[in-house]
């Protein structure tokens, strides 16, 4: 069974601009969270996607956003991108949620100048 | 409010010594909680979870962990640490406030001696 992949894996994008971000689960799973890893600031969770319905969210500003599709992908959006979003964000999928193993994806390193 | 901390940044071990990851967490109820493991330039991968029932609890690559709830800890341990065990290692918490999430530790960086 394929795991979870992201795409693109490495970004650069400057000030201002906005980065949609992609990840396709395991097949079968419904639930995709979305997490930001920085150095100062750890792992953070952004929020989580059940049945193409927004069901758990983190405490982020509403420039991060995201979406979830029929077949189960996600995106999520970040909008009028500051430096500080620069980090490592990580998607995982489980069957139903946060209660049952999360698999995760490699990543995908967003770096703003 | 729910947090969770792992006492130690890092550690260094000697290949085949016992290793054991600290991990506490402030939380009302008995959450859900787990230990992932995460490599250069990989995402995590989960090691163990407990959610209720027995508190030692038996995970993949020779790892367990022991739920206290008394002292609000679910520390990791590993009789003997082999050199591919260098990895960061984060404890992480599963909520139920208005939003379900998991709240993850700041990590543990092991390195292994040969």
């Known amino acids: 069974k394929a795991g979870v992949t992201q795409t693109p894996r490495y970004l650069i994008k400057t000030r201002g601009q906005q980065v949609t971000l992609s990840c396709s689960p395991i097949?079968?799973?419904?639930?995709v969270s979305w997490y930001q890893q920085t150095p100062g600031q750890g792992l953070q969770f952004l929020f989580e996607?059940?049945?193409?319905?927004?069901?758990n969210k983190g405490n982020f500003p509403g420039r991060f956003s995201g979406r979830q599709f029929s077949n189960s992908r996600s995106e999520m959006n970040v909008s009028t991108l500051e430096l500080g979003d620069s980090a490592l964000y990580l998607c995982?999928?489980?069957?139903?949620?946060?209660?049952?193993?999360?698999?995760f994806g490699p990543g995908t390193r967003l770096l703003v100048l | 409010a729910q947090s969770v901390t792992q006492p130690d940044i890092h550690i260094t071990v000697s290949e085949g010594a016992s290793l054991e990851l600290r991990c506490n967490y402030s939380?009302?109820?008995?959450?859900?909680l787990f230990w992932y493991v995460q490599s250069p330039g990989q995402g995590l991968q989960l090691l163990l979870k407990?959610?209720?029932?027995?508190?030692l609890v038996q995970g993949i690559k020779g790892f367990e962990a022991e739920f206290k709830r008394s002292q609000s800890s679910f520390n990791l341990r590993k009789p003997s640490v082999h050199w591919s065990d260098a990895a960061e290692y984060f404890c992480?918490?599963?909520?139920?406030?208005?939003?379900?999430?998991?709240?993850f530790g700041p990590g543990t960086s092991l390195s292994v001696i040969p």
């Open positions: 939380y009302g109820a008995t959450p859900y």
């Open positions: 097949s079968g799973h419904r639930s």
């Open positions: 992480a918490v599963g909520v139920k406030t208005s939003y379900d999430k998991v709240i």
């Open positions: 996607y059940f049945s193409e319905t927004q069901r």
């Open positions: 995982a999928s489980s069957m139903e949620g946060y209660q049952e193993t999360q698999y």
């Open positions: 407990y959610f209720s029932g027995d508190t």
